[in-house]
């Protein structure tokens, strides 16, 4: 985690928010609670594949420098009621709403974003959509949290609605970012095509389309493939055209 030494501190103003982002980190740190240590016989019996896995992603955490605790701050980790919006306009945080927030360096990284929105989505439900394309992309975060279920979520998270996607994935659409069950780059692509009209103009959907299949080499074929055995999702016929029309691009 970045240590408050990097933040400038010629100024007044500047060794204050030092300070702030020093004591932030140091709080944090101090409430993430250690893992428990796993029977050697439940050990033992884990699969050499499943521990292969895991090592995969933890070296990846480490090779992005990203932290894998990457969470949500409360109001309760900062060290005062104004340091919220002072860090966040210095930009050492990213607000979530008027009591929450994350650390800007957790989204500059695939796994730091993975484990944020772990924190953040239903336990044992798969982020899609425009949700799943922040992951996967970084950005601004999504104005929503979109997620595969059959269920309705009414309350908000994090000031953001649960928006609900009552759609058909197979485990060959799903894949895991660190902790994070998630769409896999394909269908994530299909879903933003998928969006309504109005939607796609705000999220400049075509561009991020693009860039999934530029940033993890997939091509609209794969996407015209999973829409064949989904002829009858909503707004499929326009999704098609698009691939259709960017298949001589890719």
Not at 155 to 182: D, E, M, Q, W, Y
Not at 231 to 245: E, G, H, I, K, M
Request: charged share 15%; aromatic share 6%.
């Amino acid at each position: 985690m970045t240590s408050a030494t990097a933040l400038p501190a010629v100024t007044t103003s500047g060794r204050a928010a030092a300070s702030l982002l020093h004591a932030l980190s140091s709080r944090a740190l101090s409430l993430q609670a250690l893992p428990p240590q796993a029977p050697a016989q439940s050990l033992q019996a884990q699969s050499l594949q499943a521990q292969s896995s895991s090592a995969a992603a933890a070296a990846s955490m480490s090779r992005s420098g990203m932290p894998p605790n990457a969470r949500v701050l409360h109001g309760s980790d900062l060290p005062g009621p104004l340091s919220l919006h002072r860090l966040a306009h210095m930009g050492a945080v990213r607000r979530l709403d008027d009591s929450h927030a994350y650390l800007s360096e957790h989204d500059d990284t695939l796994y730091g974003r993975g484990a944020l929105m772990a924190s953040m989505a239903p336990r044992r439900m798969s982020v899609c959509a425009v949700t799943a394309a922040w992951v996967w992309l970084g950005g601004q975060f999504p104005k929503t949290i979109d997620i595969l279920s059959t269920s309705h979520f009414r309350s908000l998270i994090f000031g953001r609605k649960i928006r609900v996607f009552n759609r058909n994935a197979p485990a060959s659409h799903l894949t895991t970012v660190g902790s994070l069950r998630i769409t896999t780059p394909a269908r994530t692509a299909c879903d933003i095509a998928l969006l309504s009209d109005e939607e796609s103009a705000d999220l400049y959907a075509n561009e991020m389309v693009c860039s999934l299949m530029e940033t993890y080499e997939f091509r609209p074929a794969d996407c015209l493939a999973i829409l064949d055995e989904n002829r009858f999702w909503q707004n499929s016929p326009r999704a098609r055209r698009f691939f259709d029309l960017i298949s001589y691009c890719f």
